[in-house]
């Protein structure tokens, strides 16, 4: 549950960003669909949950 906020908190970024603020041309690598940006926000979101981490 810990990572769950983080990942769909990210999804929902990315997938704006791809959808608001990708490139029309499909340039953009990282947000060039919203799927895409969903893709890369939930990684970011997951990959800063861990590094946040404590044991």
């Known amino acids: 549950m810990r990572f769950l906020v983080p990942i ?3 999804a929902v970024v990315g997938g704006l960003m791809g959808r ?4 029309s ?3 953009c ?7 895409r940006g969903a893709i890369y926000g939930a990684t970011i979101g997951l990959l800063l949950a861990l590094a946040g981490r404590s044991e």
Not at 20 to 23: I, M, Q, S, T
Not at 29 to 35: D, G
Request: with cysteine; hydrophobic share 45%; net charge neutral.
């Open 20 to 23: 608001f603020g990708g490139c």
């Open 29 to 35: 690598p990282l947000v060039a669909t919203p799927l």
């Open 25 to 27: 041309g499909g340039a």
């Open 8 to 10: 769909l908190l990210g």
